[in-house]
């Protein structure tokens, strides 16, 4: 006997299927649209823009040195929730959904959230390292910072290539699903370019990407590495909920 995981069956949904890439979703608009109001606020006051920076975005964003990470931990986790430009969360949003809900239906959405986390750590400790360890990124580490969800959205593509290699987004056009991946880094890089002027991402889409093909390869051979991780967070958001029922395959 076992237990079966009921996957997604709709692309996007905010009903009882709980869908998980669409909470992401809400939760990164929502970041953003805070901040995007706070530094309105800091702007009506009088204030310049640099006071908002060393105010919020420097507690949220992911700093390029040790010693500011040691002050503001949690900037490990909130800077991939995080963006601080429109043009930024609008293309990671359009490639997490169409990523995230890609691998979602053919994986389960057990996988996003843990996988989403996973390589946004990882892809942070890249950066870090390529802070220091890059030449050409260190005259930078004094003013340079990492946002978005760039590197977990890597961990996806690659992830959801993995699991589904031969599949087409749109079946009477033969493109590869890889070729759609290569686009994303393209235009990820791109954005960051525009946007920030350096390259200093590329290490984080790198460890992201890594992540994302381990952990799937790994799940493809049975081994659920986040699977301890969603028990826990279903122990907390289920705490006072009465025991739902689960599907059993005899």
């Known amino acids: 006997m076992m237990y079966v995981e009921e996957r997604n069956k709709t692309p996007l ?104 986390l996973l390589s946004g750590v990882v892809g942070a400790v890249c950066y870090m390292l390529g802070m220091h360890f890059i030449p050409a990124f260190q005259a930078l580490q004094p003013y340079a910072t990492m946002t978005g969800a760039s590197a977990s959205i890597m961990a996806m593509a690659i992830g959801a290539t993995v699991v589904a290699p031969g599949y087409r987004l749109l079946p009477n056009l033969p493109i590869p699903f890889w070729i759609i991946t290569l686009v994303f880094l393209i235009v990820n ?20 990407g890594l992540t994302g093909f381990f952990y799937m390869q790994q799940w493809k051979k049975g081994n659920d590495l986040g699977a301890g991780f969603n028990k826990v967070v279903y122990r907390i958001t289920h705490m006072f909920h009465p025991k739902s029922h689960l599907h059993v395959v005899k």
């Open 13 to 116: 949904s905010l009903g009882e299927e709980k869908n998980m890439v669409t909470q992401l979703l809400l939760i990164n608009i929502t970041v953003f649209i805070l901040l995007f109001f706070t530094e309105i606020i800091y702007g009506i006051e009088g204030n310049p823009p640099a006071r908002f920076k060393g105010d919020v975005l420097s507690h949220v964003l992911l700093p390029s040195t040790f010693d500011g990470l040691l002050k503001n931990p949690w900037t490990l986790f909130s800077s991939m929730f995080t963006h601080d430009s429109f043009w930024l969360i609008t293309s990671n949003m359009i490639w997490l959904t169409c990523f995230g809900t890609m691998l979602q239906n053919h994986a389960g959405r057990d996988r996003i959230l843990p996988l989403y």
């Open 189 to 208: 890089v791109v954005t960051h370019i525009v946007n920030s002027h350096d390259l200093t991402t590329v290490p984080a889409l790198i460890g992201g």
